[in-house]
């Protein structure tokens, strides 16, 4: 469904160039939950921003859906990108003047869809998350567990193919991060994909593939290879 061939990325800053990404090939099927795991700066996030069109590969074809990434114009990118992709970000990323129903609603204001529909869609998704009671509070106003629990809620509003979790519970404490964790698995269950990236690997194990990420280099991982070398107990 998602097919990254020769697919590399590098900045440019004055004189320094930085190899983000090298030459990498992935594919993705409709429904898989994969973590990529790897140290600071390995390249995580911009494998993630370049699977999610936010940055534009420096060569090679990112074939989304069929549809040749190359070949589409900045519309229809972001047609593609408000369709099909929701993203989750370390730090959620919320309007801090907005409510929590507002926030949700966002990526819905601009669309054609029916009044009535949106807010039967924006209150599904908050009682998903069990935020209904949260509603008109402001983001300042929840918990960071909560914050990230509206922030996928958001995500989830345009019914995207595939989430992009960018480290989602980087901000989170332990039960907050064993929550968002729990609903990112119920919505893979429900048959959404979800890129996920993360240092952790615990969270790693509790995905259904493992891609480790090491100087913009990706490779398959099972998790016995982390548990050995690691020296965790599987
Ligand atoms: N906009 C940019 N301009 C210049 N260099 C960048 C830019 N974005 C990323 N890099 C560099 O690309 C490399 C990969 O960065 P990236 O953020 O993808 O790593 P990461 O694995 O996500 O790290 P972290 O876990 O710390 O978020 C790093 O060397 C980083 O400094």
């Not at 567990?145 to 901000?171: F, H, M, S, W, Y």
């Not at 509790?206 to 913009?216: A, F, P, T, Y």
Request: aromatic letters at 6%.
């Amino acid at each position: 469904m998602l097919e990254l061939i020769g697919v590399s990325k590098n900045f440019r800053d004055s004189d320094v160039i930085t190899q983000a990404l090298q030459p990498i090939d992935l594919t993705v099927q409709l429904g898989e939950f994969i973590s990529f795991i790897g140290p600071s700066g390995s390249g995580k996030t911009t494998l993630l921003n370049v699977l999610g069109l936010l940055e534009t590969p420096c060569s090679g074809d990112y074939v989304f859906a069929g549809k040749n990434v190359s070949t589409l114009n900045d519309k229809e990118k972001s047609r593609l990108r408000n369709r099909e992709i929701g993203y989750v970000f370390q730090s959620f990323h919320l309007l801090p003047d907005f409510c929590v129903y507002d926030n949700i609603e966002m990526p819905l204001r601009y669309s054609k869809m029916h009044s009535n529909l949106r807010r039967k869609r924006v209150w599904g998704l908050l009682e998903q998350v069990g935020l209904s009671d949260f509603a008109k509070y402001k983001p300042s106003q929840l918990s960071g567990g909560q914050q990230q629990k509206a922030a996928i809620a958001r995500a989830l509003v345009t019914e995207p193919a595939v989430i992009l979790a960018d480290e989602p519970t980087g901000n989170l404490d332990l039960n907050s991060s064993a929550e968002v964790m729990a609903l990112l698995t119920t919505l893979n269950q429900q048959g959404t994909t979800i890129l996920m990236a993360t240092h952790n690997l615990d969270l790693a194990q509790q995905s259904k593939r493992v891609i480790e990420v090491r100087d913009g280099v990706i490779k398959e991982r099972c998790l016995v290879h982390y548990a050995s070398r690691w020296g965790i107990e599987l």
